[in-house]
């Protein structure tokens, strides 16, 4: 059973437009949001490069993206990618099992305990 998909664009975009292509984003994330089955939609910036921009977003099925993507809001999005100075880079991944802080403190618990790292098994799923 899938447990959620994700989607990150990865945008590279010309100095003298970034502001421009930010605003735009910034509007379209309030409507995004509330399309059915987003669970998060994020706008982020590098640390490294204020030009390298992120749109993060996390979707319950494969039905509901795809529905949003036929969307309004996708079509403006993707008009507003036409400032972009590298074509934008889009990855969708497929989660089947989500895991978190239970992995990072079992971890502590092995250590604390006095156990190597070699007596423990620790399973960590990938993406697809």
Do not use: P
């Not at 664009?9 to 930010?22: C, D, T, Y």
């Not at 403006?76 to 100075?85: E, F, P, S, T």
């Not at 889009?90 to 992995?103: K, L, N, R, S």
């Not at 403190?105 to 993406?127: A, E, H, P, R, W």
């Amino acid at each position: 059973m899938i447990c959620m998909i994700l989607v990150i664009i990865r945008m590279k975009v010309l100095a003298e437009k970034r502001k421009e292509l930010s605003q735009t984003i910034v509007s379209l994330i309030r409507s995004i949001r509330t399309e059915n089955g987003c669970q998060r939609c994020d706008f982020c910036q590098s640390t490294e490069d204020e030009n390298q921009l992120f749109l993060l977003e996390e979707w319950d099925t494969h039905e509901n993206l795809m529905a949003y993507i036929k969307s309004e809001q996708f079509r403006v999005l993707q008009g507003a990618m036409n400032l972009l100075k590298e074509h934008q880079k889009m990855m969708f991944y497929t989660v089947f099992h989500q895991t978190g802080m239970e992995e990072i403190q079992l971890i502590n618990s092995v250590s604390k305990n006095g156990l190597g790292m070699n007596d423990v098994t620790i399973t960590f799923t990938d993406y697809d």
